[in-house]
């Protein structure tokens, strides 16, 4: 059972234009979320992270939205550049991001069109 | 955050033999882990590496596949043991940092 989903295979976005990019969990154990993003052939890299009792974090570029009710995140990227393009990977933590392992979706890759 | 990096970058073995991926990383962390991505698929953990006391392993990975040593703050290794094609991933190490986790640059390890 797939406890966090990222639905949308690949997303194609212009550039200069908004990216939302989601993630829904079925765990409500679940008490941290992470972003991460991938160019092939390297590890990912950390982008942002929210904890379960925050709605909203946000840095530069980035911003990740958390709804608990629905247990849905999202990540947005204002404004999409062409370096943005790779797969985006969220993923879930129990007991804080840097402390358990973490469960992660299957992930979106991201195509910015100039 | 710290830097991490992994040896072998990638390596191609054959079935039946073992591989011991290194993890090395620049600051003393307590937390780190090691994951696996085979073809196509997201990040599985594969166990939890705290220096000083046993790694604990997640659902359907074995300490006999997969031993693991963690003999400081700085450094764990990975042994994929045995190995046939169903091995052939990338494997990650990663290191728990506050509410964070970086990753290394991962081993692409195919096995033929």
């Known amino acids: 059972d797939q406890q966090v989903k990222q639905n949308s295979p690949s997303l194609s976005v212009q550039e200069g234009r908004i990216s939302i990019l989601n993630c829904d969990y079925t765990?409500?154990?679940?008490?941290?979320f992470l972003w991460y993003k991938k160019y092939p052939a390297e590890g990912p890299t950390f982008l942002i992270s929210?904890?379960?009792?925050?709605d909203k974090n946000e840095d530069g570029r980035f911003t990740v939205f958390l709804n608990k009710s629905a247990k849905h995140l999202s990540l947005h990227i204002v404004p999409s550049q062409p370096g943005d393009s790779a797969v985006y990977f969220c993923a879930a933590g129990l007991g804080g991001g840097g402390a358990d392992g973490l469960t992660f979706g299957k992930g979106t890759h991201l195509i910015i069109q100039p | 955050s710290a830097v991490i990096s992994q040896k072998p970058s990638r390596d191609i073995c054959q079935r039946g033999t073992s591989l011991t991926i290194q993890c090395q990383v620049d600051s003393q962390v307590t937390m780190m882990f090691w994951y696996r991505q085979q073809p196509g698929q997201s990040l599985t953990l594969i166990a939890t590496a705290n220096q000083g006391s046993e790694a604990t392993y997640e659902s359907g990975f074995v300490i006999d596949k997969f031993p693991i040593s963690r003999p400081n703050l700085t450094f764990s290794t990975l042994t994929v043991s045995n190995m046939s094609p169903e091995d052939s991933s990338i494997y990650l190490c990663s290191m728990g940092w506050g509410s964070e986790q970086y990753f290394g640059p991962g081993t692409r390890l195919t096995v033929t």
């Open positions: 765990n409500s154990m679940f008490d941290y």
């Open positions: 929210i904890s379960s009792i925050k």
